[in-house]
């Protein structure tokens, strides 16, 4: 019974985090004249058209039973044709950016839900605690990971889109050796001493939630 608690309070957050993220992008690739998404059924609140098996299920799981100090996930990324917006350069921008920004909304409304719990049966409450604190973590986590301005996360989508040409150009060219990068950066840096990861994650998710905690009540 622990165990299927345990799921309930961490599976549904990080269900919601990543459909809701993917969902978005699909949403605005369609709102700036993209529909691939939507004719593939990407734009959908059905969590089982965005879980990837590693991604959504096997990562979270793993990182949570090693003790990891962060926790994410991903889902299948929504498809978009970014030459098919009507203003490729700056339209690209809303579309990455539209998932994190669902992610922060996500932790927003995690953190005013808090407020609902008086209402709550008692015995509920702490099962809901635990779920909105969750939520809270696992939707800044995201958006934070996420932003960081290398392609092809959403962050370094935007920064392409933002940044002049003699700087965009060479940073999109990264994007096949994103993921090898951010993998690098966190575990190579660690084996002389420096530790990256608190500086690229764990203070600006402690700043935003912080904030988030400032701006609905909680502190």
């Known amino acids: 019974m622990e165990i299927l608690l345990k799921v309930i309070t961490i599976g549904i957050p990080i269900l919601l985090a990543v459909t809701l993220h993917e969902a978005a992008h699909g949403y605005a690739a369609l709102r700036y004249g ?39 996930g991903y889902a299948k990324p929504v498809p978009v044709d970014f030459t098919r917006l009507r203003n490729p350069r ?40 635990e779920m909105f604190s969750f939520s809270i973590l696992i939707n800044v986590t ?4 996420n932003m960081l301005p290398l392609p092809p996360l959403d962050g370094g ?9 003699n700087l965009a150009i060479p940073l999109a060219r990264l994007e096949p050796y994103g993921f090898f990068i951010i993998f690098g950066l966190l575990l190579i840096p660690p084996l002389f001493g420096v530790n990256l990861l608190t500086w690229l994650f764990l203070h600006p998710i402690r700043f935003i939630v912080d904030f988030i905690s400032l701006l609905t009540g909680l502190s």
């Open 157 to 165: 989508r935007v920064a392409v889109g933002l940044l002049p040409n």
């Open 34 to 72: 993209d529909d691939t998404a939507k004719r593939m059924g990407r734009i959908s609140l059905n969590p089982f058209r965005h879980v990837d098996l590693f991604g959504t299920i096997l990562l979270p799981g793993f990182l949570l039973l090693s003790g990891s100090p962060i926790l994410f």
């Open 142 to 145: 995201l958006a934070v990971f």
């Open 90 to 129: 700056r339209d690209s921008v809303f579309v990455a950016g539209a998932g994190p920004a669902t992610n922060l909304s996500l932790a927003f409304i995690s953190a005013l839900l808090f407020h609902t719990l008086i209402f709550m049966p008692p015995t509920f409450v702490p099962l809901l605690q």
